[in-house]
C-alpha cells in the first residue's frame, strides 16, 4: 500500500514521476478536508473526481481567486497528492510569445471510506455554491 506522502524537496513542483506513475491510496488518516466555503474547499472540489485537471484560469473563472497556487501548497500540506502538469502556449497578445502555465490534478485513488466522505464533502460544496449562486441572482 502507498501513501499519500511525499517529502517536498524545497517546494518543488510534484510530478507524477515522484510517485513512480502510480496513484498512492489516500486514507482519512492521510488527509485533512479544509472548511467548506473556503476557497481552499472550492478549489479541492474542481480537482475531484480524481484525475480532473485545474489550471489559475479555470479556477478564476469560478471563483475569481487567481491565487490557486496557494491553495493547492495548503492541500498538499493537508496531505492530498496534488500533482502539476506544466504547458506552454502561444499568447493572444499583440506581440507574440509563448508562456508557461500549469494545470493541477488531485493523483490519488482513495478508500471506500474516505470515498463516501469525499462525496459528502462535493455535496456540500456545491450545495453552498448553488446558494450563493441563487443569492446573487436576486
Not at 15 to 25: E, G, H, S, W
Not at 73 to 100: F, M, Q, S, Y
Request: aromatic fraction near 10%.
Amino acid at each position: 500500500m502507498i501513501t499519500s506522502k511525499v517529502i517536498r524537496d524545497n517546494r518543488r513542483h510534484i510530478t507524477r514521476a515522484d510517485y513512480n506513475d502510480t496513484k498512492p491510496l489516500l486514507s482519512s488518516e492521510y488527509v485533512i478536508f479544509p472548511r467548506i466555503g473556503s476557497l481552499q474547499s472550492r478549489a479541492l472540489r474542481r480537482l475531484l473526481p480524481a484525475g480532473v485537471m485545474l489550471s489559475h484560469r479555470e479556477f478564476d473563472f469560478a471563483s475569481h481567486s487567481y491565487r490557486l497556487g496557494g491553495y493547492i501548497d495548503k492541500l498538499r500540506d493537508k496531505g492530498w497528492t496534488i500533482v502539476n502538469h506544466d504547458e506552454a502556449a502561444l499568447t493572444k497578445d499583440i506581440v507574440r510569445r509563448i508562456v508557461t502555465f500549469t494545470r493541477y490534478e488531485l493523483f490519488a485513488a482513495f478508500t471506500p471510506e474516505l470515498a463516501e466522505r469525499i462525496k459528502a464533502f462535493c455535496k456540500a460544496v456545491d450545495e453552498l455554491e448553488a446558494r450563493a449562486a441563487a443569492t446573487a441572482h436576486t
